[in-house]
């Protein structure tokens, strides 16, 4: 069976870091694309950032670019999003999700359960 | 980016109901859709991908249709436990997107 579970997220002021992690068991990791996810309060999904199997292509949503960093270690079947500069709008449940190939271009099946990030002073 | 505009944002149904959600993508993406179903309190659950396939595990009274730009998803007879809320999402240009949702309430 396929599990993702999240972890590192938490409350944390303005300005400053957090890093998620995503571990992976019931597959093969490494033969998978990964992403990340998140959901703000009582809203939608938008999708935040996406990796390739091997890390060769890696993509990130205009509302992250330049302060989240997605990276992925096969040998240990995890996954992580290091996040800089939070502010605000950050405040989401962040998902894991799996790719159904080892390109980023997929649909996401399955998820996990998530991650609550809160940025707050 | 491709703009998703997804309705209705509410859907008041009663158990037995055929019901039908939108999913309008801004310009054509093939069939590079698909749709998830998430339950207060709980992670999206794939439903359907490239427009039309089902999931393996999903009950046949789904199903998708449309491509290009218009999408479809139908719910043939509601059940109590499809009262949830519906997302699309494209896949087929970078960024990645979802639909606002829909949420399919209990009339």
């Known amino acids: 069976e396929v599990q993702l579970v999240e972890s590192g997220g938490g409350l944390v002021q303005p300005g400053r870091s957090l890093r998620l992690s995503c571990a992976a068991s019931?597959?093969?990791?490494?033969?998978?694309?990964m992403h990340w996810v998140r959901q703000a309060p009582g809203k939608g999904l938008e999708w935040v950032s996406g990796?390739?199997?091997?890390?060769?292509?890696?993509g990130y949503a205009d509302s992250v670019k330049g302060r989240f960093t997605i990276s992925r270690d096969n040998a240990k079947n995890s996954l992580y999003l290091q996040m800089n500069s939070l502010r605000a709008e950050d405040t989401a449940l962040y998902y894991c999700?799996?790719?159904?190939?080892?390109?980023?271009?997929?649909?996401?099946?399955?998820w996990g359960q998530g991650t609550l990030v809160t940025v707050s002073s | 980016v491709i703009w998703m505009t997804q309705s209705p944002s509410l859907l008041s149904a009663s158990t037995g109901d055929r019901v039908t959600i939108s999913c309008r993508m801004s310009?054509?993406?093939?069939?590079?859709l698909a749709w998830y179903q998430q339950k207060p309190g709980k992670a999206p659950e794939l439903l359907i991908y490239?427009?039309?396939t089902l999931q393996s595990g999903v009950p046949s009274r789904f199903s998708g249709s449309g491509s290009g730009t218009d999408f479809t998803l139908t719910i043939s007879c509601l059940q109590s436990e499809d009262f949830a809320t519906y997302y699309c999402?494209?896949?087929?240009?970078?960024?990645?997107?979802f639909g606002q949702g829909t949420k399919v309430e209990i009339k």
């Open positions: 490239a427009a039309s």
């Open positions: 999402q494209q896949y087929y240009s970078f960024p990645w997107t």
């Open positions: 990796i390739s199997w091997n890390s060769g292509s890696i």
């Open positions: 999700a799996k790719g159904v190939d080892s390109s980023t271009n997929t649909w996401f099946d399955p």
């Open positions: 310009q054509g993406i093939s069939s590079y």
């Open positions: 019931g597959f093969t990791f490494d033969d998978y694309a």
